[in-house]
């Protein structure tokens, strides 16, 4: 193929831990270099060439402008309402919107009398600018909203008065969105300072007062931190943690105690009640009815266990275990009610087996109550359990499977039962989703296991048309399989747009996820990390052997970790696959740290200052890896211009050392984009890219669309 890689210069070599590694496109680190800027443009072009001529595209294009009014993780449409005061507030996108806008709604009122309040496109008609984190004061008269422009990921704060909508406060400059947590009279609130190059800073914010004098509440140079207070104000919380999934330090403090031994909320007494560095466990306190502290924590449970905490002795080691998952599931999450006849508090359990949720009911000594029946009848996800601050005896939540549009439900204690929340399901009135045009049957989901090459036993999820199977097809595999990061059965209108085409989507459950709880996790970080990779080639054997599909007909799609998996897949197993779309991965592991968020993952990967750790991350770092002279699979390698959390520059150099080096003769294509980051883009741009990226397999893999340019259902 044309290489528009030969502006290369001379390959830089260096001595690392006393290993040679080669870093032959090293000037591709910065893209304001001249000669970079210049690839960049051949790149582009390129890809501009190649793009007409992918068939399906329009077919694709125009089945996910349908397919996203329904809603999915990247591109939502509702979510679970948040009640503060009188109001309720949520997210909603009507079909044609670009971008989800907050609506602010009284309480029994139905969503189309709600109050747009924060209008994405209205701040920014570009569509540049997203709404990344949000949340209302206890009383719902106030709302602290962060948004950020061009892809950044350091937020401007602002705090609106949601009766006049008019901002009374900020901006303040954060340098990584984390939720705020109000006081109780909503006079101010705590927040999260600290770029990836700062120490982390939690900080008390009284309105009208200059940010620059904000009080310092806790200083760390763990990278991630969290903080949260009670709803009575009396619990403050506060979670560090040196990288995801790596166990945390929870610091707990009681603001009633304070005030009376003379201390402001400006100087708290932070108490240490979990510390799980150690051992890598988890704990997040929580507050409930009737004064009741609980905790759910993976310490000593790798799959989860709820905890009754003392407020006179509320260090982890006298926390009471009143509730855990047994040995075929795994807690994923709990929230406590009050029952309006008995006044008694309630637990509403949230666990897994096997991909399928379930809910229960339990008292406060972890009695199993009543089992509740849940939205769907196979494997699913329930998530975003919101509960009003106080006595309440209601919750809502998302749930949301494979063929499933995620929707909103809720649970009323009285009735024991879940529910549809029909006054807030997007579409129920005008401006809701186009009617499909044809009303296609359902796909079929299927479990199947797969070995891989140790023996472990791997979850693959299957989803493929209602046809008849017959014969191989043309398949797409994804897997996450990192930061304990679970590939949780959900819709995507990617997924679906595939299959109705006549595809196969597979998802697997590779080791270093969180479908088992934290030993699989482990099993697959750090110096487990080459295990995610043999599971993931060991579901692509799986779907060839069972005859679903050949090596000319699979294709490997990912992001982010993701991306991370299908660089690796193609790089150690070429010949199992004929085409591969990556983006926003990480794929040199050798300077990772040096770039974007890298420095924070170090615990999930490992570094190249240890020795053995870099003979792990020599053994499988898809730049490292590529091999001059193989046949490599058509590739396709997207990303924005500029990635504030995982660094272009991955993208540049794995996609240099691949067209120098594949003999195929089947493209290796470049995708840049400006204006987006890592995170949330326009339902048009993702529309775009997807249309793209599905166009560009089904080219190499031989999914054709029908005669009349329609996908087939």
Not at 66 to 74: F, I, Q, V, Y
Not at 210 to 216: E, F, G, N
Request: proline share 9%; glycine share 10%.
């Amino acid at each position: 193929m044309s290489d528009a890689s030969t502006l290369r210069r001379e390959p830089f070599v260096e001595s690392v831990q006393g290993r040679t590694v080669c870093d032959p496109y090293r000037w591709l680190e910065d893209d304001t270099d001249a000669e970079c800027v210049q690839w960049l443009a051949a790149q582009d072009r390129m890809f501009a060439e190649h793009r007409p001529g992918w068939r399906a595209r329009p077919a694709f294009r125009a089945l996910l402008d349908e397919l996203m009014d329904r809603g999915g993780a990247a591109v939502p449409v509702v979510s679970a309402p948040v009640v503060r005061g009188s109001r309720r507030f949520f997210l909603r996108r009507r079909a044609g919107q670009e971008m989800p806008v907050l609506v602010a709604a009284a309480e029994g009122e139905a969503d189309e009398a709600g109050r747009v309040i924060v209008d994405p496109m209205e701040l920014d008609p570009s569509g540049g600018t997203s709404l990344l984190a949000w949340r209302p004061s206890w009383s719902g008269r106030l709302l602290a909203f962060q948004v950020a422009a061009g892809g950044s990921e350091s937020p401007r704060l602002r705090v609106l008065d949601v009766t006049r909508g008019r901002p009374v406060d900020g901006p303040l400059v954060l340098g990584r969105p984390t939720a705020v947590a109000w006081l109780a009279d909503d006079t101010g609130f705590y927040y999260v300072t600290g770029s990836p190059a700062e120490p982390r800073r939690v900080r008390l914010h009284h309105l009208g007062d200059d940010p620059a004098h904000d009080p310092v509440v806790l200083e760390t140079p763990m990278r991630h931190l969290s903080v949260s207070l009670s709803p009575d104000g009396r619990w403050l919380l506060v979670s560090a943690a040196a990288g995801p999934q790596t166990g945390n330090i929870l610091r707990l403090a009681d603001l009633q105690a304070d005030a009376t031994a003379g201390r402001g909320p400006g100087d708290p007494h932070l108490v240490t009640v979990h510390d799980g560095t150690a051992q890598g466990s988890s704990a997040l306190v929580k507050a409930g009815p009737r004064g009741l502290l609980y905790a759910i924590t993976d310490a000593g449970a790798p799959r989860g266990r709820v905890c009754v905490i003392d407020p006179a002795e509320p260090h982890s080691s006298a926390w009471t275990t009143v509730v855990e998952p047994g040995p075929d599931a795994l807690l994923s999450a709990c929230t406590a009610l009050r029952d309006p006849g008995s006044g008694e508090v309630r637990l509403l359990v949230s666990t897994v087996r096997n991909g399928v949720p379930f809910l229960a009911l339990h008292d406060v000594t972890g009695r199993r109550l009543t089992d509740i029946a849940t939205p769907g009848t196979g494997p699913g996800t329930i998530s975003g359990l919101s509960t009003p601050p106080g006595d309440s005896d209601r919750v809502w939540f998302r749930y949301t499977d494979f063929v499933t549009p995620p929707a909103v439900h809720r649970f009323a204690l009285p009735q024991q039962r879940c529910e549809p929340e029909t006054r807030h399901v997007s579409g129920i009135a005008a401006g809701g989703p186009r009617p499909p045009s044809r009303r296609p049957e359902q796909p079929v989901v299927r479990q199947l296991i797969c070995r891989s090459e140790d023996g472990t036993p791997v979850g693959l999820y299957v989803i493929s048309p209602a046809a008849p199977f017959d014969g191989p097809r043309p398949a797409l595999l994804t897997a996450y399989g990192g930061f304990g990061a679970s590939a949780a059965p959900a819709y995507s209108p990617s997924i679906t747009a595939w299959v109705r085409a006549g595809g196969i989507y597979a998802v697997a459950g590779v080791r270093g996820g969180g479908e088992h709880g934290t030993t699989w996790h482990t099993a697959g970080r750090g110096a487990g990390k080459p295990n995610a990779f043999a599971d993931f080639a060991a579901a692509a054997r799986h779907l060839i052997d069972q005859g679903l599909t050949t090596p000319a007909q699979l294709a490997v799609k990912g992001a982010s970790h993701s991306g991370l998996m299908v660089a690796v897949a193609i790089t150690r197993n070429p010949e199992l696959y004929a085409a591969a779309v990556c983006s926003d991965a990480i794929t040199d592991m050798v300077r990772y740290p040096l770039f974007g968020l890298g420095a924070w993952w170090t615990k999930e990967f490992g570094t190249a200052d240890d020795p053995d750790q870099l003979d792990t991350l020599l053994s499988y770092s898809p730049y490292h890896n590529v091999r001059p002279g193989t046949r490599y699979p058509a590739v396709l390698l997207t990303s924005p211009r500029v990635d504030p959390r995982v660094d272009a520059a991955h993208m540049r150099k794995l996609t240099a050392a691949l067209q120098h080096a594949t003999a195929s003769g089947r493209p290796v294509l470049l995708r840049t984009e400006d204006g987006v980051g890592h995170g949330p883009r326009t339902a048009s741009r993702y529309a775009d890219l997807h249309s793209d990226a599905l166009a560009f397999c089904a080219e190499h893999t031989g999914l054709v669309p029908p005669a009349d340019g329609r996908p087939a259902g």
